[in-house]
Structure formats: C-alpha cells, structure tokens
C-alpha cells in the first residue's frame, strides 16, 4: 500500500473513532450508568419528637451480681443536622457515608441505626437514624469541630429491595433514590 491511502484509511478511522467518542457523552447522564442509580441527596425539615416523661428515680428493673446478662443498650441521640449523604457502589452492595452536624462539640460513637431491626426496606425505603454520645456541658464550638461522620455497608440483596434511601437526624433528613 502507499502512503497517500495508508493516511486516507488512518484518518477515515481517526474521523470516525472522534465522532463515536463523542456520542458517547450521553451515556454518562443515563440511568444505564451504575454511578447514576444514586442521585444527589435531598434534605427536607423533621418534625421535633416529643419527649416522654420518665422518671429517673425509678429502676426500670433491679439489678443485682446475679443478673449481669444484659444487653448493651447505646443512649445516643439524634445528631442535630445531616449535611451530606453518599451512597458509593462496591462490588458486593454499597456503602452509605453520612457527615452530620451535631449541636455540640464532643460527640462520638457515631452510629447509623436502622428504623427497622432487621435492617429490611419497608415499602422500598431502607431508613437509617444518625445517633451519637454527646455531651451537652461542652460548648457549641465550631462547624469542624460539631462535624461527625458515620458508614455502613449494606448487601447487594437488601439494595436490590431498596428504592429509596434515607436518614434522619434531630432537625433534617436526607434521602437519595433511584
């Protein structure tokens, strides 16, 4: 072959490879891309719950050397505000980062808690609470020193059940779906 048709045919593909590359940026706004079957968050206002009235004085159940067998119980408390939440893809389910806000500074043991104890999606909405320990004699302090941050990993199975994911902090929720 010659050079002048040996540049015609690496031009013609060059032309034609540029054209097919560039239709292809469609596709990375379509819901055929894994990275888009989670869009961006939203955050919408949580009604303030009401407290009970519990006696502190009273013992809920006596305890003795004898009755050492209980189960932990984790007092944490809704954290203030959610501010971010990510679900990223794995190979075998997903990971769910949440960064919130709490009141004050000092919180720790941050936990994602389920709504549901078996940890299922009820009507396709996989519910989580943003909890922690925080201590109400510190101060509020600043916005990086409030910010905690919480993941969890959930399986392939209860994602594929899932539509909706959302969590709930004191003041706000955040859900991202499908």
Same mark, same amino acid.
């Given at each position: 072959?010659?050079?002048?048709?040996?540049?015609?045919?690496?031009?013609?593909?060059?032309?034609?490879?540029?054209?097919?590359?560039?239709?292809?940026?469609?596709?990375?706004?379509?819901?055929?891309?894994?990275?888009?079957?989670?869009?961006?968050?939203?955050?919408?206002?949580?009604?303030?719950?009401?407290?009970?009235?519990?006696?502190?004085?009273?013992?809920?159940?006596?305890?003795?050397?004898?009755?050492?067998?209980?189960?932990?119980?984790? &007092?944490?408390?809704?954290?203030?505000?959610? +501010?971010?939440? /990510?679900?990223? $893809?794995? %190979?075998?389910?997903?990971?769910?980062?949440?960064?919130?806000?709490?009141?004050?500074?000092?919180?720790?043991?941050?936990?994602?808690?389920?709504?549901?104890?078996?940890?299922?999606?009820?009507?396709?909405?996989?519910?989580?609470?943003?909890?922690?320990?925080?201590?109400?004699?510190?101060?509020?302090?600043?916005?990086?020193?409030?910010?905690?941050?919480?993941?969890?990993?959930?399986?392939?199975?209860?994602? &594929?059940?899932?539509?909706?994911?959302?969590? +709930?902090?004191? /003041?706000?929720? $955040?859900? %991202?779906?499908?």
């Amino acid at each position: 072959m010659s050079k002048a048709v040996l540049m015609r045919i690496l031009l013609a593909l060059t032309v034609v490879s540029s054209m097919a590359l560039a239709g292809c940026g469609g596709l990375r706004d379509s819901r055929v891309n894994p990275a888009n079957w989670f869009g961006k968050s939203q955050s919408r206002p949580v009604a303030a719950a009401s407290a009970e009235t519990v006696n502190p004085l009273i013992p809920e159940e006596e305890d003795s050397i004898f009755r050492r067998n209980k189960a932990e119980v984790y &007092d944490g408390t809704p954290v203030d505000q959610i +501010t971010d939440l /990510r679900i990223e $893809r794995t %190979s075998d389910g997903a990971i769910i980062r949440v960064i919130g806000l709490s009141a004050h500074q000092g919180a720790f043991d941050v936990r994602l808690v389920p709504d549901d104890k078996d940890e299922r999606p009820v009507n396709g909405v996989l519910s989580y609470k943003l909890l922690a320990l925080q201590p109400q004699t510190q101060p509020p302090g600043s916005q990086r020193a409030r910010t905690v941050q919480a993941a969890q990993f959930i399986s392939t199975q209860t994602l &594929d059940q899932a539509r909706t994911i959302t969590v +709930t902090g004191a /003041r706000n929720a $955040r859900s %991202s779906s499908r």
